[in-house]
């Protein structure tokens, strides 16, 4: 699969997850050197958000719109990924005030090559998102198809209303 970015084709490592898929095993680390994996999401609904770089303009704007509507949905985790340093979210989260949602850092990329997200010639993942139940079985995705855009916000949310 190719997505835009700056008007350039970039090819995703391979297929990304689509909706029925389970998300693969991976490992990430929070904002506080924790390691997040995979088993430690099951039990309760989640929605993944994927950015390139949470240093940049419509990165910083989908993490604050997605750490608004978070405590709005309490029976389900949010959690922001990218390839950033673990130093470079917290700084990035302590700066905005970024308290509802769980960022993680995927800087060894076990979560871009699980989920097929991550773009090569680019260095960075993807901009996607995913919402999976509690089992980890996915309900929704968007790949979003030009990086430089943000993600459908309202169909996202949308997708959590089945947990209610």
């Not at 993807?126 to 309202?154: C, F, L, M, Q, W």
Request: net charge negative.
């Amino acid at each position: 699969m190719q997505v835009l970015f700056h008007d350039q084709k970039l090819d995703l490592v391979g297929e990304p997850l689509k909706d029925g898929d389970v998300l693969p095993k991976f490992k990430v680390f929070t904002t506080h050197d924790e390691k997040l994996k995979t088993k430690d999401l099951l039990g309760k609904p989640v929605l993944i958000s994927v950015m390139p770089d949470i240093d940049t303009r419509v990165c910083s704007i989908q993490t604050r719109k997605f750490n608004q509507q978070a405590d709005q949905y309490p029976h389900v985790q949010f959690l922001a990924v990218s390839n950033n340093s673990i130093a470079d979210q917290a700084g990035w989260c302590a700066k905005e005030g970024v308290k509802n949602l769980t960022v993680v850092s995927d800087e060894e990329l076990s979560f871009g090559y699980a989920t097929n997200l991550y773009l090569p010639n680019n260095g960075t993942l993807t901009r996607a998102i995913y919402v999976a139940d509690a089992a980890g079985k996915i309900v929704y995705h968007e790949i979003v198809p030009d990086v430089s855009h943000e993600p459908n916000y309202v169909a996202a949310l949308d997708a959590l209303k089945q947990f209610e």
